[in-house]
């Protein structure tokens, strides 16, 4: 099995915190990968910025189940607003970009990488990082999930930055940035995230399923200029679930030392004296 990392008994090994409801299964959960994955089609909403007849996002690559290859497919049930020049992949992440003052429902699926078919998997994990708000604290990112979609969640404990409500009419539960933040404090790597990113992101499991909903939206500011976008970032597993320290930059290498000031040579003995005659 390639890219699509099989975590046994994940649940046993969750050191980093208490998770938010509890999973009765301790299933085998699989980790969608992006490291090595390609966007074989980038057209969702019909935004473009590439040509398909599909309005979707299909990442491929994903790695394989049982000698079946699979793919990772994004579809909007609603209308879609974003910079869709910014839809990709970012690192080892997904991207989407939604605009401010809009919101989008999103139905995320693994499928077979060449038909297209669904393809349930017994459980996976699904992270969405980065969640934090524009400078004058208009533009909030949000991210709800279908209460009877996901098994459990995770996020860091009592440092989290994010803040959680549930809508139980809607049968959503709904995760807002609550500090603000730019691409220049972004993870690189899922797994090796400092306590900061750690704050902003939060961890899903699936279970028995192909597919789940997500709803993707951007708060507005009337200071904010006209048609800006904030990108959602999501992989699969994280450093969330275990208790990983994360490991700083090393630091800039020093210049070298001076060399040592030439030692002197020792002083010259004077000559013995000469004996009498």
Request: hydrophobic share 35%; net charge negative.
């Amino acid at each position: 099995m390639t890219q699509l990392l099989l975590f046994r008994a994940l649940l046993l090994a969750a050191l980093a915190v208490p998770s938010q409801q509890n999973m009765q299964s301790t299933s085998d959960i699989y980790s969608i990968e992006f490291f090595d994955s390609t966007l074989s089609i980038n057209n969702l909403g019909g935004l473009g910025p590439e040509d398909s007849d599909l309005d979707i996002m299909l990442y491929t690559g994903m790695g394989d189940v049982d000698g079946q290859p699979l793919a990772l497919r994004l579809r909007n049930l609603t209308t879609y607003e974003g910079k869709t020049g910014s839809n990709g992949i970012i690192d080892a992440f997904g991207q989407v970009n939604v605009v401010a003052g809009s919101d989008v429902l999103l139905e995320v699926c693994m499928v077979h990488e060449e038909t297209q078919e669904l393809f349930p998997l017994e459980a996976f994990c699904f992270t969405f990082f980065d969640l934090d708000q524009g400078a004058n604290g208009g533009t909030v990112e949000t991210v709800s999930m279908f209460q009877d979609e996901f098994s459990e969640y995770f996020l860091h404990d009592e440092d989290t930055e994010i803040a959680v409500e549930v809508d139980e009419e809607a049968g959503e539960t709904i995760f807002s940035a609550t500090t603000s933040g730019n691409k220049n404090d972004n993870p690189s790597d899922p797994m090796d995230l400092s306590p900061e990113q750690l704050a902003r992101c939060v961890t899903f499991v699936f279970e028995d399923t192909a597919c789940f909903r997500t709803r993707l939206a951007v708060g507005s500011n009337s200071q904010q200029p006209p048609n800006v976008g904030r990108n959602f970032l999501f992989a699969g597993i994280s450093q969330l679930m275990f208790n990983i320290p994360f490991s700083p930059p090393p630091p800039p290498p020093q210049p070298p030392s001076p060399p040592p000031p030439p030692v002197p040579p020792p002083p010259q003995s004077p000559p013995p004296p000469s004996p009498p005659p």
